[in-house]
Structure formats: structure tokens, C-alpha cells
């Protein structure tokens, strides 16, 4: 599946904005997705996460938890992530990833993620 990433851009703290994957050439619903972020000389690490048999079952790193919300929407084979409240630490270059092999145990991982879009930056000033 091929990934394409949008909707970075520059956002005052406390502002909002929302990222979004749209994925092709691939049965979208037969993959997990998975948003990953990565701040200047940082490694990539996981922010959210949505399982392909439930999405109901949505994964967040502690420090977004109740601030940003992962959805999938299956007939347009997109992944959205919409960011609520952000913070300057939000700063980063946005990434979506899909696997149709990870488990709960491993969604946090970048390995265990095959495809992955091109990025998109998100500036939080304050």
C-alpha cells in the first residue's frame, strides 16, 4: 500500500489541526495504521495507533492522550489525526505508517510498520 500524507502546516499553541493519510494500490481495511512523529534530532516514536478488526481499539503515548484522536475512514482509505491543544513540544514532522502484521504488542514499534508515507510538518508556536 502506498501512502500519502497532508495537512501539516504552522498552528499557535492551543490551536488545532488535522493530519491526513490517504493510502492506495492496497485493501485498506485489511491494515493497521499507525501515526509516528519525529522533532529535529529526536528518533520517530509512536503517537497513535488504530487496529484493522476493531477500530474501536484506538492506542495513544501518554502525552497526547485527550488532546489528539485517531479515526480511519474505510470507504475514502484514509486515516486522520486530528491534534487538539497543541503544544510546541507537538513540533515535528508527521508520519503515517500501515501494517497488516502488527499485534498489540508491537504497535508502538516503527519496525513493525511496512509502508509509510512521505511525512508532514507540524509547527507549534508559542
Known amino acids: 500500500v502506498q501512502l500519502q500524507a497532508s495537512g501539516g502546516g504552522l498552528v499557535q499553541a492551543g490551536g488545532s489541526l488535522r493530519v491526513s493519510c490517504a493510502a492506495s494500490?492496497?485493501?485498506?481495511?485489511?491494515?493497521?495504521m499507525g501515526w509516528f512523529r519525529q522533532a529535529p534530532g529526536k528518533e520517530r516514536e509512536f503517537v497513535a495507533g488504530?487496529?484493522?478488526?476493531?477500530?474501536?481499539?484506538?492506542y495513544y503515548k501518554d502525552s497526547v492522550k485527550g488532546r489528539f484522536t485517531i479515526s480511519r475512514d474505510v470507504a475514502r482509505k484514509t486515516v486522520y489525526l486530528q491534534m487538539n491543544s497543541l503544544k510546541p513540544e507537538d513540533t515535528a514532522v508527521y508520519y503515517c505508517a500501515a501494517s497488516s502484521r502488527v499485534i498489540l504488542s508491537t504497535l508502538r514499534l516503527s519496525s513493525s510498520y511496512d509502508s509509510w508515507g512521505q511525512g508532514t510538518l507540524v509547527t507549534v508556536s508559542s
Open positions: 494500490g492496497g485493501t485498506f481495511s485489511g491494515y493497521t
Open positions: 488504530i487496529f484493522r478488526w476493531n477500530i474501536n481499539n484506538l
